[in-house]
């Protein structure tokens, strides 16, 4: 092999090496839909056993919740690099077998994506909208855009008055 072709066989080793270097850094995370800052909106409904009062739901609303690959938060509890297995199911099937409930009112794809976190199961009704499923209870959140960090930190210890 001559010096000449040893250097432009190099160089093009080089150049394919960044080129697919650089598509992976861009290479789209499938939880990209769900990454980001969501603001509890409402309890939207539950499964058949709940362990919260209504006092402690109402708490929980105007909370956020932390979505990012490296951890999720939400109401106090924090789960460092969760997994997010997804699956899909028949939207009504599933929410009866696996949480006696009834959810046609909620207006859910069919069928329906469910996200394991280990902490929490997450559902995305629709673009900006997900319901946390948590302890029985099913919040809706909502996408919070341009959020910033004293808004977070603000969230996080609000204190609703006792009746």
């Known amino acids: ?3 000449r072709l040893n250097h432009v066989l190099t160089q093009f ?28 909106k409402a309890l939207i409904g539950g ?4 362990s919260r009062s209504q006092y402690q ?7 956020l919740a932390i979505i990012s690959a490296g951890r999720f938060e939400f ?24 949480w006696r409930s009834d959810v046609s009112d909620i207006p859910f794809p069919n069928p329906v994506t469910i996200i394991e976190t280990e902490c929490v199961f997450l559902y995305p009704i629709r673009k900006d909208h ?9 919040f809706e959140a909502v996408r919070v855009k341009n959020v910033s960090a004293h808004s977070i930190a603000k969230a996080r210890v609000k204190k609703i008055p006792l009746p």
Not at 47 to 50: F, N, R
Not at 130 to 138: K, N
Request: proline share 3%; charged share 20%.
């Open 47 to 50: 499964g058949a056993v709940s």
């Open 57 to 63: 739901v109402e708490k929980i609303i105007g909370k």
């Open 75 to 98: 109401n106090g509890q924090t789960c460092m690099y969760p997994t997010y297995q997804r699956s899909k199911e028949e939207t009504v099937s599933h929410f009866d077998r696996d």
């Open 130 to 138: 997900l319901m946390i499923a948590d302890s029985g209870d099913f």
């Open 1 to 3: 092999m001559t010096p």
């Open 13 to 40: 080793l080089l150049l394919t090496a960044l080129a697919f270097a650089s598509a992976s850094v861009h290479a789209h995370d499938v939880n990209a839909d769900i990454y980001g800052t969501w603001k509890i």
